[in-house]
């Protein structure tokens, strides 16, 4: 295990405020919040992380939550009569209320899931279920909303990560129904000129709140308003969203979004599904087991309301509380001002990569409408060579498809490099990644 000490002092440059964005001694404390990033890495500085589009570094408060969690109240939730099952079970539904006070929804309109990818499966499973089954949980066929037939159509796009194409693929081809694609601009936007596969037939419309790749922030109401004339669902995947924006499912309208807590400062092992209630209920479940029933017999059983439906088995407790935690802590810096600064690291990161000869931004160059996530080439250099040489300096990216080939392909390849910044996230950081860049350019020109 390398040396890990962080007693270096944290370099935050001290530049004032970004138009927006935190001020040096802003920034110095929030980053004062999070032991890891004073990590040194191969190199032996202190981590410069550009990845937390992939996973974000977690506050000492989560990591306490947890611990203290563990220490004081750890039982098994909604089973218990001892003091440890109900402090437990207060706790769990306590930080399932703060994810729908989060999100704008109701408590029973949260499910827990393992992460986003899990809380699309369910979704893309359960309408199996109803489809197979010919009718809903309240016991509605041909009026149900939740059940496909041939002839029906699910729509999604170019720019999805895997965890929102494969479900639907899968269920499509069980279905024999078809899986439609929205497609893309020449900057990788979602094109809005291609809403026409949307028509009558179409049941769910499936998207990326923001892309993962090119940072660019969806036409949410262009497609839902269009999904809405066909009558269809809209399924958002807020994954790259719910950390960087101020999110609210009731003005997006969406019926059903999905997000992980690892990407929000939280724990991994946890994320939620958000479903309108209407629809959560006339939902079949997906996994079954305990806690989900409502009564067993051995031919057959019946299940409990939403979310517990979708709830098989013992959950991940403590994560949620550690989730809870990290929602309390993006809410005292408020999202409108981490929204901020993350637009003046766009720009700073747009301005400096867009000065190296030879980079190729992947998505719009424009910092608005969009996050602080770049994905790049930079001439023909293999982003997985890109990425090394830049661990030996000790600053850390994304490399690779970032589960999003259908994307990359359009754009005809199979690779990118990916700088993605967060609250935390320095001027100079910014610099020392444009510098290793230039490090990575030159090292392979004299090879
Ligand atoms: N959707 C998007 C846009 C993502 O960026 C990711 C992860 O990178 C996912 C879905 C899947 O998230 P998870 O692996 O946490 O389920």
Redesign the pocket.
Known sequence: MPDTTHSLPVSTDSRPALRGGFCAKELERLRGDYPLLGRRGRGGQPIAYLDC??TSQKPQCVVDAVDDFYTRSNGAVHRGTHVLADESTDAFEQARHRVATFIGAEDDEVVWT?????G?NIVAYAFLNASLDGHDMLGRSDDSEVVLRPGDNIVISRA??H??IIPWQMIASRLHIELRVIELTDQGLLDVDTLDVIDEHTRIVAF?H???VTGAISPVDIIREKARQAGALVVL?T??SSAHLPIDVKTLDCDFA?M?S??MGGPTGI?ALYGKKDLLRALPPVLGGGDMIADVDMKQSSYQLPPVRFEAGSQPVAQAVGWARALDYLDDIGMERIEAHEHAMTELLLEGLCSIRGVRIIGPKDADGRIAALSFLLDDIHPHDIGQVLDAYDIAVRVGH??ALPLHKFFGVRASTRASATLTTTPHEVERLVDGIEKVQHFFERR
């Open positions: 589009s992939a393992k992460n986003a990818t899990e699309l999805e990560h965890a929102n990326t923001v892309s993962n995947d994954c790259q999905v992980s690892h990407k994320g970032h589960c």
